[in-house]
């Protein structure tokens, strides 16, 4: 080899080792520059770590002392709690899943007196084994085993119902244990001794009530006889006294006497009634009646004081409602009675009415009725409006002190109408009066009958002539939804100077000023005017004796009643009928849709007579004789008070002074009627009225046995019909009453020599 070539192989050897070099160098320092940046984040990583660590232990630190104060805080509501536990009166365990006693408070414990097995570990059946076996719980009837094993059952059930054992000592512990989500059992021991005996007393004290107002309302009752009975004789001597020849202070002094006695028998039966409602023993006797004539009985018995007090008294009855319906009448009387009481006794001028409204009820046999009592009195301010419906509750105040009462009336009605399934409320406003209503659905007694009769034909239009804006209104109202037309005038010269017109009946007011409903009708005949007239009066029978009598054709009681009004009309028909026929009336019951129908009332309401009667054969006469009346009573003024009271009648009295006495005049003497006394010694009323049944039995015949009761309380009147007597009065009697008795039992043939006070309506 050249050397020019080995040169040039060394230079290219040495050339490659400078670029090996160069490299190597450049890889040195590239792995330098690596691991100086490693290094340096190393070092970074390095101190975030120890901050890291630095945290963590410092967190760490605080960790450790919240637990530490956790748990002394863990450890105090422990303390307290179990401090608490202890505290309580009532008994606390808890029992694990397997029904072992884990804690206990004192409490729980105290019951089992220091026995040391009861401890936490000992499980609830070896509970109950102590209970019975030691003697500590009360089991009564059951056997140990029975009890334990139903306290078992209970015990294991999802919800255990709270139980109440009694221990030993009398004490009574109430066991409430209710089950945790993990098994746990946690048992409440509550001694409810004081509540047991607390409630004992009161059920004690409860009973010694109800006794108490048992006796208070049999003490009443007994009072109210005590005092009925001694009533009878004042205010029928009184009754008596005043028919006798009297001066004017000695009547005076008479009618004082009665009418006190009768204001004392008001109270006397409103005191009675009121404890019967409080004890719940008033029971409604349910019948047919009239409605009707229920109102107008009672317009009747106040007509006097709403003529002294010159109020206008009237009743706006439903023209289409019927008259009769079911329920108990002497207590729907009472509730209006009263109702109308208060509004004469508050009413000192205008007038007072007593509105009748009713509709079909939903089932269609039943009538929901209301009756409105409306005055135009002094009212009652509205803050005493409620108060007044409470028990001896009146509104107080200078107008109303100078009225009496005992503040019992509304009071009693409102639970009378409650009692009958009804409501009452009042509208009222001071100065200008009240209207007090009630709501009762009674069935009617009457299929569907309506309290309208037929119209005659031939009548279309009415003028009614009535000075009362009032009266006119009820009669323009009423004969207007007959279809019928009206019209209206208010004194006899009004009238005179619109007839004879287009009217084919004149109904005019009696009393009347200036001109009264007589001279109306005799100026109309005086000036050929032959219109029909029917005079409506308070006081019919003083007409009857009036010259001018001939020129009306009816009379009609005011207030009217309406059977009283269409058996009138009918009877003027043939008046009517020479004009030209009415158009068909337009006939609306009440909810009905209206109907179109040739004999508008087809059902003309025989509502109007009397309920029947219990039938009574009345012995056949045997010849011309006086008819015998037996009288038995043991006191001797309600003997004299009887005597005077049928003294004018023709009839051949017998007094018995008891019931043995009364049976063996009736078998001697063979009465025609026997009032008889229901309190006597030896045989009372009752057996008295059994054996003379008994009597009638074998001899034949049914003699009205009439009772005189004082008693006033439930279950006397069925009693009393049950021995068969036919009827019940109750003391004081009165005349009209015993009269009443006596012409429904007269025997044919036999006179009563007038004046007999009540027998027209009678007979
Ligand atoms: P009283 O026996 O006092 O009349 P009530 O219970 O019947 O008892 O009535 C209670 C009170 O209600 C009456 O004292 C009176 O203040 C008031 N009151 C009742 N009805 C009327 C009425 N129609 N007008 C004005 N106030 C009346």
Same mark, same amino acid.
């Given at each position: 080899m050249h050397l020019a070539d080995k040169l040039l192989e060394e230079r290219r050897a040495r050339l490659a080792a400078e670029r090996l070099l160069e490299q190597k160098q450049a890889e040195l320092h590239a792995a330098n520059r690596k691991l100086d940046k490693h290094a340096l984040a190393l070092s970074k990583e390095i101190v975030e770590t120890r901050a890291i660590v630095q945290t963590v232990l410092s967190e760490n630190e605080r960790v450790k002392s919240d637990l530490l104060h956790a748990n002394q805080k863990i450890q105090v509501a422990e303390r307290r709690l179990w401090h608490s536990i202890e505290t309580i009166q009532d008994g606390f365990a808890v029992f694990d899943a397997d029904s072992r006693l884990i804690l206990a408070n004192k409490a729980y414990l105290s019951v089992f007196d220091g026995l040391e097995e009861v401890g936490p570990g000992i499980s609830y059946v070896a509970v109950l084994q102590i209970l019975t076996e030691e003697g500590i719980v009360d089991i009564g009837e059951m056997t140990p085993a029975a009890w334990r094993e139903r306290m078992l059952d209970r015990w294991q059930s999802e919800t255990p119902e709270p139980e109440v054992i009694r221990l030993w000592n009398g004490h009574y512990i109430k066991l409430i244990d209710q089950r945790g989500a993990d098994g746990d059992m946690v048992s409440l021991a509550l001694n409810i001794t004081e509540t047991v005996r607390h409630e004992q007393r009161l059920r004690e004290a409860r009973r010694a009530a109800e006794n108490a107002n048992r006796a208070k309302s049999i003490f009443l009752a007994n009072m109210s006889h005590e005092l009925r009975t001694p009533m009878n004789g004042i205010v029928g001597m009184a009754e008596l006294l005043a028919e006798t020849e009297l001066s004017e202070e000695q009547r005076l002094f008479a009618d004082t006497i009665r009418s006190s006695g009768e204001a004392l028998l008001v109270i006397i039966n409103q005191i009675l009634d009121f404890s019967k409602i409080e004890a719940g023993r008033l029971e409604l006797h349910e019948e047919p009646f009239d409605l009707e004539r229920c109102i107008h009985e009672l317009v009747t018995l106040m007509r006097m004081t709403a003529r002294d007090k010159d109020i206008s008294l009237c009743v706006d009855y439903d @023209? =289409?409602?019927?008259s009769r319906f079911v329920g108990d009448p002497g207590r729907i009387r009472q509730a209006l009675t009263n109702l109308l009481g208060n509004a004469m006794k508050f009413t000192e001028s205008g007038h007072v009415v007593i509105r009748v409204t009713g509709m079909p009820a939903e089932d269609g046999e039943r009538v929901d009725l209301r009756i409105l009592v409306e005055d135009t009195g002094i009212g009652i301010p509205p803050d005493k409006i409620q108060h007044i =419906?409470?028990? =001896?509750?009146q509104v107080e105040g200078e107008r109303n002190r100078k009225f009496e009462g005992t503040g019992l009336g509304l009071a009693i009605t409102r639970r009378l109408i409650e009692l009958m399934g009804g409501e009452i409320w009042v509208e009222s406003e001071p100065d200008r009066g009240s209207v007090f209503g009630f709501a009762l659905s009674l069935p009617a007694a009457d299929k569907l009958e309506t309290g309208a009769g037929r119209i005659p034909a031939g009548l279309r239009r009415v003028m009614i002539v009535e000075p009362h804006n009032i009266n006119r209104g009820i009669l323009e109202s009423q004969l207007g939804a007959l279809g019928l037309s009206t019209l209206g005038t208010a004194s006899g010269a009004e009238a005179l100077a619109c007839l004879?017109?287009?009217?084919?009946?004149v109904l005019t007011a009696h009393n009347m000023p200036e001109m009264d409903g007589m001279e109306l009708a005799e100026a109309m005949r005086s000036a050929g005017i032959e219109t029909p007239v029917i005079v409506l009066s308070e006081t019919p029978w003083k007409i009857e004796r009036d010259p001018a009598r001939i020129h009306v054709q009816a009379v009609l009681n005011w207030p009217l009643q309406r059977s009283s009004l269409f058996s009138a009309l009918q009877t003027l028909e043939p008046l009517f009928a020479a004009r030209p026929t009415t158009p068909t009336a337009r006939v609306a019951r009440a909810g009905a849709p209206v109907e179109e129908t040739?004999?508008?009332?087809?059902? /003309? $309401?025989?509502? $109007?007579?009397?309920p029947e009667d219990k039938t009574i054969v009345t012995p056949e006469p045997s010849g011309p004789r006086a008819m015998r009346v037996l009288a038995a009573d043991d006191n001797r003024t309600n003997r004299l008070v009887f005597e005077k009271m049928v003294k004018d009648l023709d009839i051949e009295l017998h007094f018995a002074e008891n019931g043995a006495e009364a049976v063996e005049l009736f078998r001697k003497l063979e009465p025609d009627i026997v009032f008889m006394d229901i309190? /006597?010694?030896? @045989?009372d009323g009752k057996e008295a009225a059994r054996q003379i049944r008994a009597l009638e039995k074998s001899r034949g015949g049914h003699v009205p046995i009439v009772a005189m009761t004082a008693h006033g309380l439930k279950g006397d009147e069925e009693d009393i019909l049950a021995a068969g007597l036919d009827h019940y009065l109750t003391k004081p009697m009165s005349k009209a009453r015993i009269v009443r008795r006596i012409a429904e039992a007269w025997p044919g043939g036999m006179d009563i020599r007038p004046p007999v006070p009540g027998l027209q309506a009678a007979s």
């Open positions: @023209i =289409f409602l019927p =419906f409470g028990e =001896f509750n004879p017109g287009d009217v084919d009946l040739d004999d508008p009332f087809p059902a /003309m $309401a025989k509502g $109007a007579e009397p309190s /006597m010694p030896e @045989i």
